[in-house]
């Protein structure tokens, strides 16, 4: 048992040193999917991730608040990949205005911390115009959970005044570091 534990271990280290990284972590990018169910609200121009390199995956989000939006909430809700994806550490329906206003909201605050330099939403409520997410990659630096390894989804749906205006639906996997599980 213990020697079956170990060669696993041992190969992972020597790979890392052969490819010479020092960081085992790979957190990146698998899928995304944008839909706007009101397009008189919420258009999407873009919506598609780019890899730059086997374990750096680039999201990037063009979308336009046609009419100012004060009154934003967000449901989101996290699943892990067993046979299909499965509900997974949270569930959450929030204001988004308060949000802004108040960042409370722990969870939130883990995914915002993640994106928030990378796009042009970081001020309080009304949304309107032009809401660009560029070139946004996952940095386990950031991510102050350790997950277990294993594919993931984030759904977001976004409804404006209480109804439901489009979706933001991201994958994304985690595979742990090897050199601290041996
Ligand atoms: C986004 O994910 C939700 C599950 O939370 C699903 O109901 C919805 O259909 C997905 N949206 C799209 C556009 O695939
Ligand atoms: C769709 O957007 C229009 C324009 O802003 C808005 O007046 C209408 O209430 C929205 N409809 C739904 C079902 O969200
Ligand atoms: C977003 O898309 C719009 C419409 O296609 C375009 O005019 C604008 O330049 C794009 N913005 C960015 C930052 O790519
Ligand atoms: C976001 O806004 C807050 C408050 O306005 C500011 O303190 C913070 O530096 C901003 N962060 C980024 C990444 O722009």
């Not at 121009?45 to 995956?57: I, Q």
């Not at 934003?72 to 997974?88: C, D, E, V």
């Not at 989804?153 to 601290?180: A, G, P, Y």
Request: proline share 4%; net charge positive.
């Amino acid at each position: 048992m213990r020697a079956l534990l170990i060669i696993p271990a041992l190969c992972g280290v020597l790979l890392t040193y052969n490819t010479g990284l020092n960081n085992a972590v790979v957190f990146k990018f698998t899928n995304v999917i944008c839909e706007s169910y009101n397009t008189s609200w919420f258009v999407f121009h873009n919506c598609r991730l780019k890899a730059v390199s086997r374990n750096k995956v680039l999201l990037n989000i063009n979308g336009t608040v046609l009419h100012p939006a004060y009154d934003i909430t967000l449901h989101a809700q996290m699943f892990k990949r067993a046979n299909g994806y499965k509900p997974w550490l949270f569930d959450l329906k929030f204001d988004g205005c308060q949000y802004m206003r108040h960042r409370s909201i722990p969870f939130a605050n883990l995914v915002f911390g993640l994106f928030k330099e990378f796009s042009n939403f970081n001020h309080t409520c009304p949304y309107m115009g032009s809401q660009i997410v560029k070139d946004f990659y996952l940095r386990y630096k950031l991510l102050r959970l350790p997950f277990p390894t294993g594919d993931y989804m984030l759904t977001v749906r976004w409804f404006f005044d209480q109804k439901m205006q489009f979706d933001t639906n991201v994958s994304f996997m985690f595979v742990e570091d090897i050199l601290r599980n041996n």
